[in-house]
C-alpha cells in the first residue's frame, strides 16, 4: 500500500480491520500510523507453536495489564479496553506467524477471529483497530 493511501485509509473506521501486509510496507505503515496518533504495536510470534505461547507473547509486547490472563477471552477483553494505552487508533502487526499458523490446528482461525471481533468493537466507538498479519510467502 502507498504511504497516501495509508494516509487516507488508516483513519477510516469502515475500513479497518484484520489484512495481511507484505514485510517491506511495515516501515510506511509503522510512519503514517504513528504520524496519525495511532498507538502501533509489533509482535513477533516467532518460534510460537501454540495458543500458549502465542497468548504469552502477545501480553508481554502489548504490555498487557496485570490482569490479563493468557486465554482467548482475556485477550479479547485487552483488545477491546486499551485504557493503558489510549489513542486515536490502533495498529497491530504481527510478524513471523508461520510456525504458528502451520501448527495447524484452529488457533490460527482463532485469532483472526479475535482481532476482527476487535476492529469491529472498536468501529462501533468510531475508532480504527487495524491487525495486520505478516505471512511468509
Do not use: K
Not at 23 to 33: F, G, N, Q, S
Not at 86 to 109: S, T
Amino acid at each position: 500500500m502507498q504511504r497516501e493511501e495509508l494516509t487516507e485509509t488508516l483513519p477510516r473506521v469502515d475500513q479497518a480491520g484484520v489484512f495481511s501486509l507484505p514485510a517491506h510496507d511495515i516501515p510506511d505503515l509503522v510512519e503514517v500510523a504513528a504520524a496519525s496518533g495511532f498507538a502501533v504495536f509489533r509482535v513477533s510470534l516467532a518460534r510460537c507453536t501454540d495458543s500458549s505461547e502465542v497468548l504469552a507473547r502477545l501480553g508481554q509486547q502489548l504490555q498487557f495489564p496485570d490482569w490479563y490472563g493468557q486465554n482467548w477471552d482475556a485477550l479479547s477483553d485487552c483488545l477491546t479496553d486499551f485504557s493503558w494505552r489510549e489513542a486515536g487508533g490502533y495498529v497491530l502487526i504481527c510478524e513471523q506467524l508461520g510456525d504458528f499458523r502451520a501448527a495447524g490446528d484452529d488457533d490460527f482461525d482463532t485469532l483472526i477471529e479475535i482481532l476482527s471481533d476487535a476492529s469491529a468493537s472498536w468501529s462501533v466507538l468510531g475508532i480504527p483497530f487495524w491487525a495486520f498479519l505478516v505471512l511468509e510467502a
